[in-house]
């Protein structure tokens, strides 16, 4: 392999494993917010320590969160050092801004949100929570807003020529407000909240199974549902909403997700397909015109196809980039499906009566991880061959004295690292599901305590 493709490898595999953990804290930071709040306007002790359980597993993730998001910033050097260059004045901006605005406030009041328990009034802690939650999802807004420059620049200039090239900020909220920014920053959004959502959901339909903790677990699933419910729904629209502006301002990219070659014919929507990109032609289930009718509202207006492009300007990875996004939205349905049919069953007050729903969401937890990474590889992918899309390529964004042997050398040191902290993460999270919400030798043996252990062990 080349010195391109090992460092997209590398990078794709650093930016894929941290990923698990981030909108894992943002969807469990808002689900946390709710069951302290819940705590907060009933006093039933219930919901203080469902927060407290679920508070130790967001701890957790964020630990490991921070600890694989490092490296990253020293690939940007030492495999990146031309796009380093290229995008620093904007990179620098953003994510000095995440810093400032996000990090800070996040670290800031975690120590409340762990330690504060009995030390600070009731008010105070879960405005601690809160702050967390704002701080995570602010560190959301300024990497997506990095990333999103990326594919729609704006709000800048180039300085310089050839290898001393490099854009510089001409317009602060033009760059932070790109046409693509906000779309994105809220299907991120929405796609956090549903694996934080499905976490809980995971989490409180595995003790109902094995009936521990039955009351508890109820009322966390009742919870989750209603975040779960409300973002499934919410991201098909926003997930139209991105597609709109890939259509706009990306048009190779939204030929290669739906594998449309021919750009005097109106765009068929895949249902399910391969594309065979060496006779470029893509066979599958589709609805005719489908994308067409979703682009401009007409079943036979004719969709940009990728024939309009150089081979040199299209994405090289045709195929991935269709099953990736096919995969993604067909996870999205699944999961508004689901829910949906959570919420039908506990409107007719049978919620918890199906064995086997209740083992889909154990197992439902995988679902959106699945979809967020393969959502970032489409949308990556897609971007193709363009680093910043239209103005840099990815082969002339390299270092210039990286070699392949380097690469490969850390990408398998890297790669046994990342394997011990999966192993330690999920090892440690099984321990505390396991252990479950309650610490028995620390209960207080009043007769309120006492008969709350019974209700829910």
Not at 172 to 185: D, G, I
Not at 291 to 305: N, R, V, Y
Not at 420 to 430: K, S
Request: glycine share 8%.
């Amino acid at each position: 392999m080349n010195v391109e493709i090992l460092a997209r490898i590398q990078f794709a595999f650093t930016i894929g494993f941290h990923y698990i953990y981030p909108p894992l804290s943002i969807g469990l930071g808002l689900v946390m917010v709710i069951m302290e709040g819940t705590y907060l306007k009933t006093g039933n002790k219930m919901y203080e320590q469902m927060t407290k359980f679920f508070v130790r597993i967001f701890a957790l993730i964020f630990g490991i969160g921070v600890a694989t998001g490092i490296v990253m910033e020293f690939e940007f050097g030492t495999n990146w050092a031309v796009y380093s260059k290229y995008v620093g004045d904007v990179f620098g901006s953003a994510l000095a801004a995440e810093g400032i605005f996000a990090f800070a406030l996040e670290s800031g009041f975690l120590g409340v949100l762990l330690f504060g328990w009995n030390k600070v009034p009731p008010a105070v802690h879960f405005f601690a929570t809160v702050m967390v939650t704002i701080g995570s999802m602010f560190s959301a807004v300024w990497i997506v807003v990095a990333n999103s420059w990326q594919q729609t620049p704006a709000g800048f200039h180039i300085v310089g020529q050839g290898l001393k090239a490099r854009a510089e900020i001409t317009d602060f909220w033009a760059m932070v407000f790109n046409p693509s920014s906000v779309a994105r920053l809220t299907h991120v959004w929405l796609g956090s909240f549903l694996s934080g959502a499905f976490l809980v959901l995971s989490i409180a339909a595995y003790y109902l199974l094995k009936k521990r903790y039955v009351e508890f677990s109820k009322a966390a699933f009742k919870i989750a549902l209603v975040v779960a419910t409300l973002s499934a729904v919410a991201q098909l629209f926003v997930g139209h909403q991105s597609a709109d502006v890939v259509a706009k301002y990306q048009p190779a990219k939204l030929a290669a997700l739906e594998g449309h070659y021919d750009g005097s014919k109106p765009g068929d929507l895949y249902l399910m397909g391969y594309v065979d990109q060496k006779k470029q032609e893509t066979h599958g289930l589709y609805i005719p015109g489908g994308l067409s009718f979703l682009t401009h509202g007409d079943f036979k207006a004719p969709i940009t196809g990728l024939n309009n492009f150089k081979p040199e300007d299209r994405p090289g990875a045709v195929n991935f980039v269709f099953q990736t996004y096919h995969l993604m939205v067909a996870i999205g349905m699944f999961l508004i499906a689901i829910s949906l049919y959570g919420c039908f069953l506990w409107w007719r007050g049978k919620l918890f009566d199906k064995r086997w729903l209740l083992i889909i969401f154990s197992y439902s937890v995988l679902l959106p991880q699945i979809a967020n990474q393969v959502g970032w590889y489409s949308a990556e992918v897609g971007r193709q061959p363009w680093v910043v899309y239209g103005l840099l390529r990815t082969s002339k964004a390299l270092s210039q004295a990286v070699s392949a042997g380097s690469i490969i050398f850390s990408l398998i040191l890297f790669t046994w690292v990342y394997l011990v902290l999966l192993v330690l993460f999920i090892y440690l999270l099984n321990k505390k599901i396991k252990h479950g919400p309650f610490d028995e030798e620390n209960l207080d043996h009043s007769p309120r305590h006492i008969e709350m252990a019974d209700t829910l062990g």
